[in-house]
C-alpha cells in the first residue's frame, strides 16, 4: 500500500541501524558501510547509517527525474555543511 503514494513523492529518506559491534567480511574488518535505498518511485532517496563513529549517507538518483543531479548534489553538501556549522 505505500507504493499507492509513490507517484506523488518526490522525495524519500530513511534512517538504517548498523551493527552494534564491529563486523567482518571474509576475515577482514568493515571500516565503512554506505547504504543505498530504493527509489521507489520517488526521484531522488537519501539513507543514512551511523557506523563506527561515522554518518555515512548513500543517495541514489532517477537522472531522468532529476536533470541537474550534479547540482543536486552540491546543494545537499552544502545544506549539510551549515547545519553541521549551526
Not at 26 to 42: D, K
Not at 49 to 54: D, I, K, Q
Not at 63 to 82: G, H, Y
Amino acid at each position: 500500500t505505500s507504493y499507492r503514494f509513490a507517484g506523488a513523492v518526490d522525495f524519500v529518506t530513511s534512517n538504517l541501524r548498523a551493527a552494534p559491534m564491529d563486523t567482518f567480511i571474509a576475515g577482514s574488518l568493515m571500516e565503512s558501510n554506505y547504504p543505498m535505498g530504493p527509489l521507489a518511485g520517488a526521484s531522488f532517496n537519501l539513507t543514512t547509517m551511523s557506523f563506527r563513529g561515522n554518518l555515512n549517507m548513500g543517495v541514489v538518483i532517477d537522472t531522468v527525474a532529476i536533470a541537474e543531479p550534479d547540482r543536486l548534489m552540491k546543494c545537499l553538501k552544502r545544506a549539510f555543511r551549515e547545519l553541521l556549522a549551526a
